[in-house]
Nanobody, 122 residues
Framework: VQLQAFGGGLVQIGGSLRLSCAAS????????MGWFRQAPGKEREFVAV???????NYGDSVKGRFTISRDNTKNTVYLQMNSLQPEDTAVYYC?????????????????WGQGTQVTVSS
């Protein structure tokens, strides 16, 4: 299993970015896909998850600004990030889970991508 996240970069306050995560997983559609982030000196934080059935769930700090989606024909999950703020600055990781429990915590996931840096500046 390999996950490759990309699309990060430097963006101004209030700007937008779309992250992508390409997964080499057999039967991608059966896996839950999540995004987490980690800022320097902080613990890894849950951002969003989309289940195999298409149900989405978001962390409180990004709700209403970020949107997670998936394209099962491309084995890819996306994270559309709008109204970005300096506190969104972090390395963003995608992850995949087979089981349905604990999808808001990192221990619920089996495989992780390498991360992509998002920096929001004024």
């Amino acid at each position: 299993v390999q996950l490759q996240a990309f699309g990060g970069g430097l963006v101004q306050i209030g700007g937008s970015l779309r992250l992508s995560c390409a997964a080499s997983i057999p039967i991608f559609s059966k896996y839950h896909m999540g995004w987490f982030r980690q800022a320097p000196g902080k613990e890894r934080e849950f951002v969003a998850v989309i289940t195999s059935g298409g149900t989405t769930n978001y962390g409180d700090s990004v709700k209403g600004r970020f949107t997670i989606s998936r394209d099962n024909t491309k084995n890819t999950v996306y994270l559309q990030m709008n109204s970005l703020q300096p506190e969104d600055t972090a390395v963003y990781y995608c992850a995949t889970a087979w089981r349905s429990g604990e999808l808001r915590t990192s221990r619920g996931y089996d495989y992780w991508g390498q991360g992509t840096q998002v920096t929001v500046s004024s």
